[in-house]
Every structure is written in structure tokens, then in C-alpha cells.
């Protein structure tokens, strides 16, 4: 049967574990890392993820650049790595990814985050709720409720991006 896919992302041949790619990018292999990838503007929702970070029991990177970065920056729990032309390996090296964003169109991300097999946590706005559609992808939580979006990223830090054979279901997906 026929299937729409709306972005496709380029999978990679390669799988970098976590341990190598958090090697590589010089980062505590044994960290919890929540990473948000995106566009620094107010759509984006990256103040609900700084909202929330104190109750994240990880350190929370964010790559990316734009307009917010000054207001960003003024939050400890953040980490701004700026553009990376190429995320792949922060991907690789995450245990959450999180899209917090208040409108959405789709959500590249997010779709980027799951060919790496990492799991994502994402509002429930746009195309989200199509990309993230089963439990083993993912969490969707309200747009705008820091308690939930920090509730949802806990847990899925907590179980971690799972056995093999579940990173290669999200990779699949």
C-alpha cells in the first residue's frame, strides 16, 4: 500500500553509538543529555524548555542560533552550543530529544532525532502528533505546560533510549 512521507530524512549507513558520539563532541559519557535542536525564535517554544529545566534531571543542550539567544543565554540550565551545520552527532549523543515548539509545521527535529533511534518529546501542535504516533517513538505533551513537557522528558531519561532493538524501531519509523 502506498504511504505519504512528507520530509523524509537521509539515513545514514553509519550508526554512531552514544558512547562514540558523545566522545567525539567531548560531552560526560555517563550525562543524561537533553537536546533541543532548533531555530532560536519564539515559535519554537525554547523558553517552556528553559521554564522547565530545573525540574530536568539532565543537562540540557540546545543547538541552534537566532533571536532568543540573548534570553536564552540568561538561563544557567541551558547550554547554547549555537549552529552546527550538521547535528547528526548530537542526535547520536542524546538520550531525549525535546520539541517543545507553540506552532509547528511539521518538525524536522524531530524526524532527525528518530533516524538516530533517539526518542523525542514534542508538544502537541502541527505535525507533531503525526511524527511522534506511537508510544515507543516518543511523548506528546500540551503546548506551554512546562510541568508536563518536564514530567514526559523524566521519564523517557529514566528508561533511556532503550535496547537496540528499539532505537532500530525509531530508526525504521
Known sequence: SAQRIYNGVMLRDEVVSQGDARKALGLDPSASIVLSVARLSPE?????????????SASIFIVGDGPERQTLSTYDALQLIG???????????????????????????????????????????????????????GSLVTKSDPNALASAINGWLSKGRGSHEDEEARRAY
Open 44 to 56: 519554537k517554544g525554547l523558553t517552556l524548555l528553559a521554564a522547565a529545566a530545573n525540574d530536568i
Open 83 to 137: 549552529h552546527v551545520n550538521d547535528p547528526w552527532l548530537w542526535y547520536c549523543a542524546a538520550d531525549v530529544v525535546a520539541v517543545p515548539s507553540l506552532t509547528e509545521g511539521l518538525g524536522l527535529s524531530a524526524i532527525e532525532a528518530l533516524s538516530t533511534g533517539c526518542p523525542v518529546v514534542a508538544t502537541d501542535v502541527g505535525g507533531l502528533p503525526e511524527v511522534v504516533s506511537a508510544s515507543h517513538l
